[in-house]
C-alpha cells in the first residue's frame, strides 16, 4: 500500500531537509563561522534557536526510526523468512534508533559524553543495521525491489561506511573540516537507504486493530456456567 511506502520518503525528506535548515540557522545568526571550518552537523545544533529545531528533528526521526524498523522486520517475517538475523536487524535498528534519540537531545555543548555515545550508536550501529539488510536483501524471497534494489543498498551502504570510516580517521588527525564534510556525507547516504525502503513498503497489506466489546465465549466457559 502507497501510504506506508510514504513512511520512509517523510523521514527521508524531513531529516534532509531539517537538517539543511539546522545548518542554514546557524550560519545565518553567527553560530558557526564557514572562514574557519566546516562544521559538524552536530556544532550547528548545538546552540539556540536552532538547537530547539535540531532535537525536535532527531526525535522524530528517532521514532520513524522504530516505525521503519518494525514494519521491515514484520514483512519479512511474514514473508516466512523469519530467521535470527531478522531479530538481530530489529535489535540493531532500535539501538541506532536510541541513539538518534540521545544526539538530538543531549547536545555536544551541554553534555559531550553522551553526546558521543549516541553518534556511535547512531551511525556505527546504523550501518550495521544496513550491511544486515544487505544480507536480508540477498536472501529474502521474493525480492520486492527487483534486482536493482540490491546493488544500489550495497552502494549506498559501502558508501556510507567508508565515509564513517574517514570521518573518524580525519577527525583523530584534527582535520575538521574535511571529517565535518564526511559526516554529512555519511548522514545524506543514510537518508537515503532509510528512503530505499519504500520500495519494499509498496508490497505491504494495510492491517487494522480492533477492541473486542465483550469476551469471547468459549466452549469451557460455556460447560463451567
Wanted: glycine share 8%; net charge positive; proline share 3%.
Amino acid at each position: 500500500m502507497w501510504i506506508w511506502a510514504m513512511i520512509p520518503i517523510v523521514f527521508a525528506l524531513t531529516g534532509t531537509v531539517g537538517f539543511w535548515a539546522v545548518f542554514g540557522m546557524a550560519v545565518s545568526n553567527g553560530s558557526v563561522n564557514l572562514t574557519q571550518e566546516f562544521p559538524y552537523i552536530s556544532t550547528c545544533g548545538s546552540y539556540t534557536p536552532q538547537s530547539c529545531v535540531f532535537a525536535q528533528i532527531l526525535n522524530l526521526g528517532s521514532l520513524l526510526v522504530v516505525w521503519i524498523t518494525l514494519m521491515r522486520f514484520q514483512q519479512i517475517k511474514d514473508s516466512g523468512q523469519h530467521s535470527r538475523t531478522n531479530t538481530a536487524s530489529l535489535v540493531l535498528g532500535l539501538i541506532c534508533s536510541l541513539g538518534t534519540s540521545f544526539v538530538g537531545n543531549f547536545q555536544q555543548s551541554v553534555l559531550m559524553g553522551a553526546h558521543l555515545f549516541g553518534a556511535f550508536l547512531a551511525f556505527f550501529i546504523g550501518v550495521a543495521y544496513f550491511w544486515v539488510q544487505v544480507y536480508l536483501t540477498y536472501t529474502v524471497k521474493p525480492c520486492h525491489g527487483g534486482r536493482w534494489i540490491l546493488p544500489v543498498r550495497t552502494a549506498l551502504c559501502s558508501t556510507c561506511t567508508v565515509l564513517i570510516i574517514i570521518m573518524s580517521v580525519l577527525h583523530n588527525l584534527e582535520f575538521r573540516t574535511q571529517a565535518a564534510l564526511c559526516e554529512w556525507g555519511a548522514a545524506m547516504a543514510f537518508f537515503l537507504l532509510f528512503g530505499l525502503f519504500s520500495v519494499e513498503f509498496r508490497h505491504l497489506d494495510c492491517q487494522s486493530y480492533h477492541v473486542l466489546r465483550k469476551r469471547a465465549t468459549t466452549p469451557m466457559s460455556r460447560e463451567l456456567s
